[in-house]
């Protein structure tokens, strides 16, 4: 069932990986840049 499902989306798994970067990127980013001011 999955396989199946996987390759009939192909695409919203991709837009689901881009989703995830965008939100990620920019969180461990502003934490990251925190962590420098504070030392």
Known sequence: MD???VKA???S???LAI???YVLV???W?????IT???
């Open 3 to 5: 396989n199946s499902q």
């Open 19 to 21: 989703f995830w970067l």
């Open 30 to 34: 502003g934490v990251s840049n925190t």
């Open 26 to 28: 920019p969180l461990v």
């Open 13 to 15: 798994k991709g837009l």
């Open 9 to 11: 989306h192909p695409t």
């Open 37 to 39: 001011q504070a030392m």
